[in-house]
């Protein structure tokens, strides 16, 4: 669901712990245990099959499969009946969940003249499903509110929260107003929200050309970029509250759960929303006086980008039909030979908003690849220690539904048995993207070294890494320059970091509900797509723009399906408790940088309000208001924080010391069966990550870590609880945060321990 | 002529050395004296009036007055008459330049389809003089040399050096191409040199909206930015390596000069050149095929901007009329009463490329006004100890032609004469831009605190000020951006810091090739501008788009003619060796840190070639060349640059001691009139920053601290022969050029030593 602009990752090499003898034995595997392991692997990865992908991908794009269409459940009961066929036991698992979807939609300029917005995205000849017209979802905001407004149009840039700050240091009020935005800068959910806020009545939203249209390459079907007409639908219901079912948050949306009235459900948005196509769009823009729009808020349509209000005047009506729609979640599940009650969750989901090739079927497609290798494995005799599911979901799109109500709904047995979460979304060409939980740094990096490059003929981790130096150096190509800000050079470290997970895929429910430890993989850089959530995302475009010969859908399958196995197979559940101290010390100096930064900020700048700095710069005939005066910060006692990371620091490297010990001699004592008990702690470790009170004001999000930001929605707050208070300047609240997160890192920093005295014990037994 | 993006100052308060009392003594003069030049100073800032520069305008810029032109003479004989109306002694000297004037254009699209580009400025109903066609100079680029070419079209960005390894990378040559390069990113003679040195056979230069069209704002008539059809004529003569008419350089072009052929005539372009409007490029542009240009390379028009080479295939023909036309400089002088063989220097062009209100024509009247205010002061008894010559520049736009014509003409005397050269060119709203020789840095400082900004109710220095901390903290408005570069905080210091000169108007000869100390003044930053050089910079823009009652104009005629008179009037000249030094010094550590980031960069480079890096991060689909490697650069000898350096600093402290000695007890020592040798020392002390063999390969730039850039045309480059031999790996010349600059500092360390001397002397007496 979230567009491809997935990053991140960064390293350190795990030769220091590894296993030894020849080829370095896997971690958490004794010696003869890992030469198996490799082995299976090995066979694992010749399995998948590109003409499979090719023709799984065409058979579940034929038709458009959004949420509550007969060929969404057509293609779970086909998935189901794959499962099957690949010898695997799976069932489909059902939930009633609210999803709106249009009966009126009316976007009409009245002043200072008419035009009217066609909101339809036409077929393209050459490409046989565009023209499934009578089966297409119309282009919309699910979640948008009803409404029929009128009001001058606002021109807010992507309507994040800075934009608004600039509007109102240009005198522009967006009261009683509708706002137009264009789409980036956040998750589309953040524009209605902010906008209500801020007193507007409506929103638009629209793709400007310069993002992802002309500008950015040749449209479809010339090229790959989003044609005039080309619109992105999307959910806008408000999900760092809680995603998923609106009408139940925190359970299960079963048959007979019980429900909210929709009066109460808090993450519908409060005004009426639409998305629009830059054909729409540009008439409307072109009617808009007042000032013009700061430099970095031009896009790129042939006008002159205006900031209003008016006297452009618009009529937007939305009116949805408000039903309960069944979600079919199809699950396969792969029974564990030695601890069966650790499990290894695997998921992509399978739900379009049109006919969904790149997103999701580029990754479901894999992932159903992945099941048929598993399937084959089992039927020579492969026997994975742990269980494994494998989860295709449905409801992504319209706000995480299918994962979300599943997982809240077997929320008691994932607390004690999920040990890790593997997602993938859509994929592309490139190199591998990984972000999630840092207990597993060490591990994927050290998949990512056996996965095979399609392109460049050497691993992907090596790509990854000559990636990242390219970006650190500036010189990586052009369709990269996304992830180009986060990146270090990663000469003279082991591990590729991995970045941490925001929201947009079907991890969050694992990952900031349950603390289940997370990744989220794919391929990406190489390929810049213009049809996210239209009705060309479709076989005819991935196959002519995309990852047209499957190559990297294979390798999606085969790195996903190596971690998959190498988790399960695992005598130790090869968590790492290094990288992920390493991190957690960068964000707690991050949040005290953010927190002196800011209160430098302050004082400067009520320096210069006083020193009467904004009068003396202001053109009289273009005039700013000057920024308001703010109170100077407090300092911030960082103690706790600081208390809870050298906990930390001491139980990771204990945990260390232990482990080098039991791999001493081949890892003889970790072939013992004795193991269970320590499994069964390092599985809980990410759980005392959270808090059953969640975050402030977002109880359902309990991860102390990793969130979604409450005004980024895709992009991740880190030590979310901290960052934000301190973001939206609640000293108090930041105080308070700022102890319960250092308790909560030293209660990690106990459950660390408790692992090393339970792996203690079975060495010494 | 150069287009205003004109930037730069910084700061350090005079109070240390300036000569105690109430208010402060003015630096160079006894307390009575600045009592006295303070008096007459407030007296002369209270005669400009802003009705007298509209009337100026509009006569000027009644008709096209392009050099050659019947009412560019015809403005000169006015400006003459008005001269000597004011009171003053002047008169028109003569020079006869080699000016190319246009008999052929062609520009067309021959393939895939044909078009033929207009080359038409069309008249504007409501603006009168854009209707003057018969008399305007058709758009072209002057310099540009014959021919006739067809060839495929490569877009080249800005077509500087950058720009081709960009498309080395991409696998493109220009080799027998046409380039279209927009305009922007350097001085415009900049693009046709660099298009040919790389095989090109034609340049196309076109006006991008992004930068000056719609996409920055509403364009003419509705606002100020470029139409669709606007043009930027231009010179494209290679003025890095002589300014002035290019038939003789280092010459005066007079009457029976020796004149080169025009064969030999190292200026002129190699192949044919034309400007095109954003309305005819749109055609060309659409009909490139070939890869998509690099993100940073996409301009505003709504196309897939392409690189090519071709499908598009154009044929270009020009040719000229190359007629030698007469200048008209006009001059008038004020003999100076104490030291009238040092002379104080103010000039301004009046030659525009059409009407050119605002270019020059904004400058120019604020002259003739400064002219009609020391007229009034003559009258009324004031008596200027130096000599102040008042310049009206003829032939600016095609190469600087009147002034270097003028000073080559007259350099003998200049040499031992020229104290200050003070130059403006356009004039528009916001803060005072100053760039030129650090000795005059704590000089205009102490100007720019005494002039009135009219917009702000403050001090234009305090302005500026605020503007720099505005732009060091980011909360700049919108049209200020392009100076944000190069800006430090000031707080803390005494002196705002100036910029170094460049080149783009008639400083140049005077800085330069003389070695005057040299200052450029002019307002600007509040109103973006798309006339330039178009038939549309005119009155009826100028009147409606900048400075409109002329307040602005009026500053800068009180900023300019406070300096000349300041200057004029002081018993000691008031330059400063410490801001100067400073300065040097911060230089010195830019090209060390170049040279060091140089061999750093080359060294990492080659190790990612011998890594495979480059291979490794190709897109076989979009694959791109590694770059070459390159031999590692030994390391430079810069400690003859440190000695250097360090004399400066050593002789500085000195001069100071002496100063603040001469400036005890009310100045004493400075009211006596034994300081005609310190005088002449102190103006002989830029001189000493020249070589006559002058820059490498350069020999008419003879100043070692400013050049322009060879290869950025407008952007200086500061300790030239030394930078630009680092920037072009010739690592033997630089060492060999480090050794000459550190020589040329420690000369200029004697030459202070030698004027301290004799000031001690004339302390002594």
Same mark, same amino acid.
């Given at each position: 669901m979230k567009p491809k602009l997935i990053c991140s990752l960064c390293f350190l090499l795990s030769t220091a712990l590894s296993f030894s003898a020849d080829a370095p034995s896997l971690r958490g595997y004794s010696t003869d245990a890992s030469h198996t392991e490799r082995d299976w692997e090995t066979k694992f990865r010749a399995i998948p099959d590109p003409a499979n992908l090719r023709a799984y991908m065409e058979r579940m794009s034929a038709h458009p499969h959004h949420v509550g269409s007969p060929y969404d459940k057509d293609n779970a009961e086909w998935i189901l009946s794959k499962l099957k066929e690949f010898g695997l036991s799976a069932s489909i698992e059902n939930f009633d969940v609210l999803f709106p979807t249009p009966k009126e939609r009316v976007v009409e300029l009245v002043a200072p003249h008419r035009f009217t917005a066609s909101l339809r995205e036409p077929p393209v000849p050459d490409d046989p499903t565009s023209s499934q017209q009578s089966e297409q979802l119309p282009t919309y905001n699910a979640y948008s509110a009803d409404g029929d407004v009128t009001g001058p149009l606002v021109y807010v840039n992507y309507g994040v929260p800075a934009d608004y700050d600039e509007l109102a240091r240009l005198g522009v009020s967006v009261e009683g107003a509708i706002v137009i935005a264009r789409y980036g800068g956040s998750w589309r959910g953040?524009?209605?929200?902010?906008?209500?806020?801020?007193?507007?009545?409506?929103?638009?939203?629209?793709?400007?050309?310069?993002?992802?249209? @002309?500008?950015?390459?040749?449209?479809?079907?010339?090229?790959?970029?989003?044609?005039?007409?080309?619109?992105?639908?999307?959910?806008?219901?408000?999900?760092?509250?809680?995603?998923?079912?609106?009408?139940?948050?925190?359970?299960?949306?079963?048959?007979?759960?019980?429900?909210?009235?929709?009066s109460q459900a808090a993450t519908l948005t409060k005004i009426p929303v639409l998305p629009i196509s830059y054909a729409d769009a540009q008439p409307l823009l072109a009617a808009i006086g007042g000032r013009n729009v700061p430099g970095a808020w031009r896009g790129a349509l042939p006008i002159t980008y205006r900031v209003?209000?008016?006297?452009?005047?618009?009529?937007?009506?939305?009116? =949805?039909?408000?039903?309960?729609?069944?979600?079919?979640?199809?699950?396969?599940?792969?029974?564990?030979?030695?601890?069966?009650?650790?499990?290894?969750?695997?998921?992509?989901?399978?739900?379009?908003?049109?006919?969904?090739?790149?997103?999701?079927?580029?990754?479901?497609?894999?992932?159903?690849?992945?099941?048929?290798?598993?399937?084959?494995?089992?039927?020579?005799?492969?026997?994975?220690?742990?269980?494994?599911?494998?989860?295709?979901?449905?409801?992504?799109?319209?706000?995480?539904?299918? =994962?979300?109500?599943?997982?809240?709904?077997?929320?008691?047995?994932?607390?004690?048995?999920?040990?890790?979460?593997?997602? =993938? +979304?859509?994929?592309?060409?490139?190199?591998?993207?990984?972000?999630? =939980?840092?207990?597993?740094?060490?591990?994927?990096?050290?998949?990512?070294?056996?996965?095979?490059?399609?392109?460049?003929?050497?691993?992907?981790?090596?790509?990854?890494?000559?990636?990242?130096?390219?970006?650190?150096?500036?010189?990586?190509?052009?369709?990269? +320059?996304?992830?180009?800000?986060?990146?270090?050079?990663?000469?003279?470290?082991?591990?590729?970091?991995?970045?941490?997970?925001?929201?947009?895929?079907?991890?969050?429910?694992?990952?900031?509900?349950?603390?289940?430890?997370?990744?989220?993989?794919?391929?990406?850089?190489?390929?810049?797509?213009?049809?996210?959530?239209?009705? @060309?995302?479709?076989?005819?475009?991935?196959?002519?723009?995309?990852?047209?010969?499957?190559? @990297?859908?294979?390798?999606?399958?085969?790195?996903?399906?190596?971690?998959?196995?190498?988790?399960?197979?695992?005598?130790?559940?090869?968590?790492?408790?290094?990288?992920?101290?390493?991190?957690?010390?960068? @964000?707690?100096?991050?949040?005290?940088?953010?927190?002196?930064?800011?209160?430098?900020?302050?004082?400067?700048?009520?320096?210069?309000?006083?020193?009467?700095?904004?009068?003396?710069?202001?053109?009289?005939?273009?005039?700013?208001?000057?920024?308001?005066?703010q109170a100077v910060p407090p300092f911030l006692n960082f103690a706790p924080l600081e208390n809870g990371l050298a906990a930390l620091q001491r139980t990771a490297a204990l945990y260390d010391q232990e482990l080098a010990k039991a791999a001493a001699n081949g890892g003889a004592a970790l072939a013992r069966t004795s193991l269970r008990e320590v499994n069964a702690r390092l599985v809980t470790i990410e759980r005392a990550l959270t808090l059953n009170e969640g975050l402030p004001d977002r109880p359902w999000f309990r991860h102390q870590i990793y969130a979604p930001g409450l005004y980024t929605g895709y992009g991740v707050k880190t030590l979310p609880a901290v960052r934000e208070s301190i973001e939206q300047k609640e000293w108090r609240l930041a105080d308070q945060e700022v102890a319960k997160v250092g308790k909560v890192l030293e209660n990690t920093g106990e459950a660390i321990e408790g692992a090393t005295a339970e792996l203690h014990k079975a060495i010494g037994q």
């Open positions: 953040i524009k209605p929200k902010v906008a209500a806020e801020h007193g507007a009545i409506g929103c638009l939203i629209y793709s400007d050309p310069r993002d992802d249209g @002309y500008s950015a390459g040749e449209v479809f079907p010339n090229g790959p970029m989003r044609p005039r007409d080309g619109v992105q639908r999307g959910s806008v219901m408000d999900m760092p509250v809680y995603p998923g079912d609106p009408l139940t948050p925190g359970v299960g949306a079963t048959k007979d759960a019980k429900r909210l009235p929709i209003g209000p008016g006297p452009a005047k618009v009529h937007l009506a939305v009116k =949805s039909n408000w039903d309960l729609k069944t979600l079919y979640d199809v699950i396969a599940r792969i029974p564990g030979s030695a601890y069966p009650d650790e499990w290894i969750i695997r998921g992509n989901h399978h739900d379009g908003w049109v006919n969904g090739a790149e997103d999701p079927l580029s990754g479901t497609a894999p992932l159903l690849e992945e099941a048929r290798g598993l399937g084959t494995l089992l039927r020579e005799g492969w026997k994975p220690k742990r269980t494994i599911l494998l989860c295709f979901w449905d409801g992504e799109e319209p706000g995480l539904l299918g =994962s979300t109500e599943w997982a809240e709904a077997h929320a008691a047995e994932l607390a004690t048995r999920a040990a890790v979460y593997i997602n =993938s +979304d859509s994929n592309s060409r490139g190199e591998l993207r990984v972000e999630g =939980s840092h207990t597993l740094e060490r591990f994927i990096n050290s998949v990512a070294k056996d996965i095979q490059d399609p392109e460049a003929g050497i691993s992907v981790w090596n790509r990854m890494r000559f990636f990242r130096i390219a970006t650190a150096n500036g010189i990586v190509p052009d369709a990269h +320059d996304a992830a180009a800000g986060e990146r270090e050079n990663p000469r003279g470290e082991a591990d590729l970091r991995i970045g941490a997970l925001g929201s947009g895929s079907d991890y969050t429910v694992f990952l900031d509900h349950l603390g289940v430890a997370s990744l989220d993989l794919g391929f990406g850089g190489e390929d810049r797509a213009g049809i996210y959530h239209s009705i @060309y995302d479709d076989f005819y475009w991935y196959t002519h723009f995309s990852d047209t010969d499957f190559v @990297y859908g294979r390798a999606l399958a085969q790195t996903a399906g190596t971690a998959v196995m190498r988790l399960a197979g695992a005598e130790l559940l090869p968590l790492d408790f290094d990288d992920f101290t390493a991190t957690i010390g960068r @964000y707690v100096r991050e949040v005290e940088k953010l927190a002196h930064d800011q209160r430098e900020k302050i004082i400067e700048r009520n320096r210069e309000i006083d020193e009467g700095l904004f009068a003396a710069i202001n053109d009289p005939r273009f005039p700013l208001n000057a920024p308001p005066k």
